[in-house]
Nanobody, 124 residues
Framework: QVQLVESGGGLVQAGGSLRLSCAAS????????MGWFRQAPGQERELVAS???????YYGDSVKGRFAISRDNAKNTVDLQMNSLKPEDTAVYYC??????????????????WGQGTQVTVSS
């Protein structure tokens, strides 16, 4: 069973950048479909970025061109670089893992493991 721990959240002004990191232990991140979700108060949890098959990446429409997901297999980490942040990006960001061999999904309930979340707050 893999454990996921996020870091790197915080408070930033609009237009600024943050880099989130997800460290996986108890398993190999490359053995899972890794993704970053976010959930703002009163809203559904949504997939922000993830790896699909063969390293292809997925980005939600609201973050395309601003966010970038990357992985370091040697360090067993998956990062989310967030640039040109907007107040509407304010949310708790979660790292999640779905067992490889199952189809890629944007549905949170299809992911098997979750981190505890890290708060990102973007001020206007």
């Amino acid at each position: 069973q893999v454990q996921l721990v996020e870091s790197g959240g915080g408070l930033v002004q609009a237009g600024g950048s943050l880099r989130l990191s997800c460290a996986a232990s108890g398993g190999t991140a490359s053995s899972y479909r890794m993704g970053w979700f976010r959930q703002a108060p009163g809203q559904e949890r949504e997939l922000v970025a993830s790896f699909r098959d063969s390293g292809v990446t997925y980005y939600g429409d609201s973050v395309k061109g601003r966010f970038a997901i990357s992985r370091d297999n040697a360090k067993n980490t998956v990062d989310l670089q967030m640039n040109s942040l907007k107040p509407e990006d304010t949310a708790v960001y979660y790292c999640a893992a779905r067992i490889v061999g199952r189809p890629w999904s944007i549905t949170p309930s299809r992911y098997n493991y979750w981190g505890q979340g890290t708060q990102v707050t973007v001020s206007s």
